[in-house]
């Protein structure tokens, strides 16, 4: 396979060349000295093949000059009264307009800006979307996902080459390019196929295979991951003044920089569900939708209950209403899954009553050791990765027990719901709790935000709106224009907050999980010592006293 993957490169290079710029006398001499095939795999490629030994047989005085007329001639259009030309690149052939620099443009900028990969040429007609040069990406990604690369093979080269080879042939005086977009074509339809072959050989049910690095080892595998992902883990962020430093889910280098021992003090979801968003941009004339900055795909390694906060945040912002949250599901289908083993179960830790103590769907799972790191991969894109370790019999372990438990409440129909809500329970929060919201900044599970219109200039309309996290717990959170408040008290929001996580989710969407994942962010963070895993018992001790009650 490694082989097979090498063969492909070279000749995606070697075709990148061809169209780049001029044929120079060494290439020429290069292409001679080939050992051109008589049968190579499909018809397109046999005539290409056919029609390059014609032109290397011709009796042509001085072939370099003749083929920089006809590079000249085809793709530059000289000569030509109607600017007649193959131009060779993909806007041009996709657009509307037919002219240079449109969306296709801009799709593969993004894509090269994704691998940190950027254009540097001293040819001023090279573009991004120049055939040479998505040729070159190509055989860049020849060393990466087999999915990426069919994709952009679709996508981005056999939706125009086609094409332009045809032009090519219309417009060339001698069979040099003609050949070589005959060989082009070809080669892309028999690339397609071996990726297709490939592609379904590897679906379905696949072996996970198990290793042991170093941490040396693994940190060159993070370089490497790197190279295409933001590789993002719960590491230590300096706080202001230095005091206090904070876990929390940032970029990292190194196996080093990973907390292992503690869980992060915010959650993972500010990865792919910033703090604040902005949605668009306005003006006095015009509104245009913001892009995202970085355009890389993301590694996150969550331990379990984060994973499983993920897919309740899916539902919400997926699936909640019919239409998907678009600002919420660009960055969330840039996210690849690291299973992270726990060390333990942590002090606040309440997973295993809330069912999200395992989680499967994951790429790859690691253990971080001391010593060295096990690894677990089930997604086979990542095996090459590891595939220098040792083979071991690693089996990710997952947390069976923790200290705090919690009991969920039994809410059945309408009235039984009226009764929770009205229990004199909730009333103590009306003095315990200061409304800060602090518990919703690190739920992993908590998803309101507010919608502002910023303007940068208070003389302008020019400005921008954002989304930013909001919080149930606020005094204001309820608050209309009119000044109402549909909770007036800290202790009707406690109520929601606790109804929403141990009940209104799992109704709303009919499914057997809770929105709450027990991760014990919450208790650690309140200023005012509450513990939710406290206020989830106790209001399940006051429900059942109060149904005793009514029966």
């Known amino acids: 396979m490694t082989e097979m993957m ?27 000295r080939m050992n051109i095939p008589d049968e190579a795999g499909n018809r397109q490629m046999n005539d290409g093949y056919a ?66 990969l950027t254009l540097e040429t001293t040819q001023a007609d090279l573009k991004e979307d120049h055939v040479a040069i998505e040729l070159k990406f190509m055989a860049f990604l020849c060393e990466h996902d087999v999915e990426e690369q069919k994709a952009f093979l679709e996508k981005h080269l056999l939706n125009w080459i086609p094409a332009f080879a045809k032009r090519v042939k219309d417009c060339s005086r001698q069979k040099f390019y003609p ?54 883990a719960p590491a230590f962020v300096k706080s202001r003044g230095g005091i206090g430093d904070k876990v929390r889910y940032r970029e990292i280098s190194s196996v080093e920089e990973i907390v292992t021992d503690r869980p992060s003090d915010f959650s993972a979801k500010e990865m792919y569900y910033p703090v604040m968003q902005t949605m668009i941009y306005f003006s006095d004339t015009e509104c245009r939708e913001s892009t995202l900055a970085d355009e890389r795909e993301m590694l996150l390694l969550l331990h379990p209950c984060d994973i499983n906060a993920m897919k309740r945040l899916d539902t919400i912002f997926l699936e909640n209403g019919g239409q998907a949250d678009s600002y919420y599901k660009r960055l969330r289908e840039k996210v690849r899954v690291v299973l992270l083993q726990c060390a333990g179960s942590y002090e606040n830790c309440f997973c295993v ?89 690190v739920c992993p599970t908590c998803s309101c935000f507010d919608t502002r219109d910023i303007l940068y200039d208070e003389t302008s309309l020019d400005g921008e709106r954002r989304r930013v996290w909001s919080s149930c717990m606020l005094d204001t959170f309820t608050q209309t224009a009119g000044g109402g408040r549909a909770r007036k008290t800290a202790g009707a929001n406690m109520r929601f907050k606790t109804l929403h996580k141990t009940y209104d989710y799992r109704t709303r969407f009919n499914r057997e999980e809770n929105m709450c994942v027990g991760c014990g962010r919450c208790v650690k963070q309140c200023p005012k010592k509450i513990s939710f895993i406290e206020t989830i018992n106790g209001f399940t001790e006051a429900l059942a006293a109060a149904k005793e009650e009514v029966h």
């Open 6 to 32: 090498k063969k492909r490169q070279n000749f995606y290079e070697f075709l990148s060349l061809v169209f780049e710029k001029e044929i120079t006398a060494s290439f020429l001499e290069q292409i001679r």
């Open 51 to 116: 029609d390059l030994k014609r032109f290397l047989a011709a009796p042509i005085a001085d072939p370099v000059e003749e083929l920089a007329v006809d590079y000249a001639k085809v793709f530059l259009g000289a000569g030509e009264a109607d600017s007649k030309a193959a131009y060779p690149y993909e806007s041009v052939y996709t657009s509307p307009e037919g002219m240079v620099m449109q969306q296709a443009w801009t799709e593969v900028c993004a894509l090269y800006a994704a691998k940190g």
């Open 179 to 232: 050949a070589a977009a005959e060989l082009l074509c070809g080669f892309l339809e028999m690339d397609l196929e071996f990726l297709k072959e490939w592609e379904q050989s590897h679906t379905g049910e696949h072996s996970t295979f198990s290793y042991v690095v170093s941490r040396e080892e693994m940190n060159q595998i993070l370089s490497a991951l790197k190279k295409r992902y933001k590789v993002c």
């Open 353 to 441: 009553s809330m069912g999200t103590n395992i989680a499967g769907d994951y790429e790859f799972a690691v253990h971080i050791r001391e010593t060295g790191v096990d690894i677990q991969v089930k997604d086979p894109a990542f095996a090459h990765y590891f595939s220098g370790g040792a083979l071991s019999d690693y089996e990710p372990e997952f947390v069976s027990r923790n200290e705090k438990t919690v009991k969920l409440p039994e809410i059945h129909g309408v009235e039984e719901l009226k009764l929770a809500s009205e229990l004199p329970f909730w009333d103590q929060y009306d003095d315990e709790c200061i409304g800060c919201g602090g518990c919703n900044t």
